[in-house]
T-cell receptor, first 115, second 113 residues
Framework: NAGVTQTPKFQVLKTGQSMTLQCAQDMNHEYMSWYRQDPGMGLRLIHYSVGAGITDQGEVPNGYNVSRSTTEDFPLRLLSAAPSQTSVYFC??????????????FGPGTRLLVL | AQSVTQPDIHITVSEGASLELRCNYSYGATPYLFWYVQSPGQGLQLLLKYFSGDTLVQGIKGFEAEFKRSQSSFNLRKPSVHWSDAAEYFCAVEEQAGTALIFGKGTTLSVSS
């Protein structure tokens, strides 16, 4: 298993540009999520999904869109990049479990710089 | 709203000394509790987790954590720190199965020789 994969590893954007961060998992996990990590802020949830066709907002959703057309993929779209979106983005996935919290597996991250 | 507090932003420990990283959570019921570690430039790796039962949980790399309901705490411990333990450590809570993790802001551990 490749686990959780993210592409690209690093990206530079200009203000106003759009782009899609890719996330894929091959573990048949129902739950997938996107976090951003900023210095001194820990990880903050952007969006999450509990299955194909179902998405919901997290703590910091503004400026980001997601969709979940398949179990495997959960892309994150930046509609019009802003310098405040400079961050490291992590994708994670897990089983939903049966009444017990499941371990979330994290991808290696995408470093995004918006100029 | 639930929250996680890691009171120590940065801790320096001598190699071979013991370590305790603090974590407090704010939540009405017993949440699911996790500790993750992140080495520089890397993703997050799960150290250990607590769901129920024995309040002392063993994890990987010689780490353990103790859940104390009365103090709403889930502190991470290691009896003897190695230089390779230098990293950032995150405590996280999950309100219920299959929901998002709420992370603390992290504690950076430095190990001195």
């Amino acid at each position: 298993n490749a686990g959780v994969t993210q592409t690209p590893k690093f990206q530079v954007l200009k203000t106003g540009q759009s782009m899609t961060l890719q996330c894929a998992q091959d573990m048949n996990h129902e739950y997938m999520s996107w976090y951003r990590q900023d210095p001194g802020m820990g990880l903050r949830l952007i969006h999450y999904s509990v299955g194909a066709g179902i998405t919901d907002q997290g703590e910091v959703p503004n400026g980001y869109n997601v969709s979940r057309s398949t179990t495997e993929d959960f892309p994150l779209r930046l509609l019009s990049a802003a310098p405040s979106q400079t961050s490291v983005y992590f994708c994670a996935s897990s089983y939903l479990g049966q009444g017990l919290g499941e371990t979330q597996y994290f991808g290696p991250g995408t470093r995004l710089l918006v100029l | 709203a639930q929250s996680v507090t890691q009171p120590d932003i940065h801790i320096t420990v001598s190699e071979g000394a013991s370590l305790e990283l603090r974590c407090n959570y704010s939540y009405g019921a017993t949440p699911y509790l996790f500790w993750y570690v992140q080495s520089p430039g890397q993703g997050l790796q799960l150290l250990l987790k607590y769901f129920s039962g024995d309040t002392l949980v063993q994890g990987i790399k010689g780490f353990e954590a103790e859940f104390k309901r009365s103090q709403s705490s889930f502190n991470l411990r290691k009896p003897s720190v190695h230089w390779s333990d230098a990293a950032e450590y995150f405590c996280a809570v999950e309100e219920q199965a299959g929901t998002a993790l709420i992370f603390g802001k992290g504690t950076t551990l430095s190990v001195s020789s």
